[in-house]
């Protein structure tokens, strides 16, 4: 069975930084994308990052400064984001999608790590 396990959540002090890791396990993540996507209270599901194993990235614009995704291996991604403000307080959810020639046509997510950024 596949699973994305999130871990590296917790309650951050403005301006503090931390790491989000991912293990992915169950399936052929080699033709996957993996990244990271976010949810604040009241709001929609949104785009971070996601990230090749070739390496290639891809950003949602406002996350470009502060966030920084990487992968080590077909089953693990990383990120770090940096400078933590109140309103990066969210669910964050750990994502794989097949790329477009992969003929596999499934979207797995994770089930979710809290991030809270308070005094």
């Known amino acids: 069975q596949v699973q994305l396990v999130e871990s590296g959540g917790g309650l951050v002090q403005p301006g503090g930084s931390l790491r989000l890791s991912c293990a992915a396990s169950?399936?052929?993540?080699?033709?996957?994308?993996l990244g990271w996507y976010r949810q604040a209270p009241g709001k929609a599901r949104e785009l971070v990052a996601t990230v090749t194993l070739g390496g290639f990235t891809n950003y949602a614009n406002s996350f470009k400064e502060r966030f920084s995704i990487s992968r080590d291996n077909a089953n693990t991604v990383y990120l770090k984001i940096h400078n933590l403000k109140p309103e990066d307080t969210a669910v964050y959810y750990c994502?794989?999608?097949?790329?477009?020639?992969?003929?596999?046509?499934?979207?797995?997510w994770g089930q979710g790590t809290q991030v809270t950024v308070s005094e």
């Open positions: 994502n794989a999608e097949p790329l477009p020639s992969s003929g596999y046509g499934t979207i797995y």
């Open positions: 169950g399936g052929d993540f080699s033709v996957y994308a």
